[in-house]
Nanobody
Framework: QVQLVESGGGLVQAGGSQRLSCAAP????????MGWYRQPPGKQRELVAVITRGGSTNYGDSVKGRFIISRDNAKNTVYLQMNSLKPEDTAVYYC??????????????WGQGTQVTVSS
């Protein structure tokens, strides 16, 4: 079972910033998309941001202009810089890694989630 290591969650005040990171094992090759999703309390999981290997990005409407996704391909790591945080950003944040390799075929791995709580 592949384990993605997420870090950076916690409690932050509204208007503040926080940075999440998610690292996939170095043994994984052929990563294409890396992204972040979130699940607010009592709601369905939703897209936050996704970035392809080439650097193309896609953001959920509610975070555009406030969050920035980036990645370090050499480290198999994806980051999410969250600025101007709002209480409605409170959620469990999950990272996802998708790709294809000779050994694994097509794969889609998820992290266990990290809690982000924004206080008003």
């Amino acid at each position: 079972q592949v384990q993605l290591v997420e870090s950076g969650g916690g409690l932050v005040q509204a208007g503040g910033s926080q940075r999440l990171s998610c690292a996939a094992p170095g043994s994984i090759t052929g990563i294409n998309a890396m992204g972040w999703y979130r699940q607010p309390p009592g709601k369905q999981r939703e897209l936050v941001a996704v970035i392809t290997r080439g650097g193309s990005t896609n953001y959920g409407d509610s975070v555009k202009g406030r969050f920035i996704i980036s990645r370090d391909n050499a480290k198999n790591t994806v980051y999410l810089q969250m600025n101007s945080l709002k209480p409605e950003d409170t959620a469990v944040y999950y990272c996802e890694v998708r790709g294809r390799s000779f050994l694994r075929g097509e794969y889609d791995y998820w992290g266990q989630g990290t809690q982000v709580t924004v206080s008003s």
